[in-house]
């Protein structure tokens, strides 16, 4: 069975500091790892995805997060905050024997205050 | 990019009566779609999934006579929630693939808000 553990239900950072989401994950088979962000009442928009590859995966938006396998870890970062990056932020996981099922985690909300 | 619609965004109705979702893929041909719920300040739980032309797969715990899902197109997928109940309350997504593999990435719908009275 797979999992996702993400710490911290809420985030709050200052306009221009460091975002650092954390999420780990549980996969008895290679993951595919994704994040997801969420904006009030709208659907999920992909951030960036960790397939096979590279480890440090770039998204949109300025968002990258770094495959760790011996941490069981995948968080997500940004060099400097914005306001528009105020959200609800979603890692997920799945891998090839799912189907396609995504597990997400639990979700952590960012503020961003000026 | 890809463009997944959900219809209505928002319907309220009286417990006892069925609600139909529309999920649609507006811009390419989706082999399969999911259907999650997610209650307030929650994460996202899946429902099933549906493949075109077969019938869905419901996740453990999901009613399959309560939550019927059709997918009757490449690009159409219908959740109907039956003899709805104050409980059934929730934000319904939908998301859509393509390709079979699991790295495909899913294309999330807006939501669409219930509330049953």
């Known amino acids: 069975a797979q999992s996702v553990t993400q710490l911290g239900s809420h985030v709050s950072v200052s306009e221009g500091a460091l975002v650092l989401l954390r999420c780990n994950y549980s996969?008895?088979?290679?993951?595919?790892l994704f994040w997801y962000v969420q904006y009030p009442n709208q659907g999920l928009q992909l951030l960036l995805k960790?397939?096979?590859?590279?480890?440090l995966v770039k998204g949109i938006n300025g968002f990258e997060a770094e495959f760790k396998k011996s941490e069981t870890s995948f968080h997500l970062t940004k060099p400097s905050a914005h306001m528009s990056d105020a959200a609800e932020y979603f890692c997920?996981?799945?891998?090839?024997?799912?189907?396609?099922?995504?597990?997400f985690g639990q979700g952590t909300e960012l503020s961003v205050k000026p | 990019g890809a463009v997944v619609s959900q219809h209505p965004s928002r319907v309220i109705c009286k417990s006892g009566t069925s609600v139909k979702i529309e999920c649609r893929s507006l811009?390419?041909?989706?082999?399969?779609m999911f259907w999650y719920r997610q209650f307030p300040k929650q994460s996202l739980m899946l429902m099933a999934t549906?493949?075109?032309?077969?019938?869905?797969?419901?996740e453990q715990g999901v009613e399959k006579d309560k939550f019927l899902i059709n997918h009757a197109s490449l690009t159409l997928s219908t959740l109907t929630v039956t003899s709805a109940h104050p409980e059934d309350s929730s934000f319904y997504i939908c998301?859509?693939?393509?390709?079979?593999?699991?790295?495909?990435?899913?294309?999330f719908g807006p939501g669409t808000r219930l509330t049953v009275l």
């Open positions: 960790y397939t096979t590859g590279a480890t």
């Open positions: 996969s008895s088979v290679p993951p595919y």
């Open positions: 549906s493949n075109e032309g077969s019938k869905a797969t419901y």
């Open positions: 997920a996981v799945s891998s090839y024997n799912q189907g396609g099922k995504l597990i």
């Open positions: 811009d390419f041909q989706a082999t399969t």
């Open positions: 998301s859509a693939r393509t390709g079979t593999s699991a790295y495909n990435e899913q294309f």
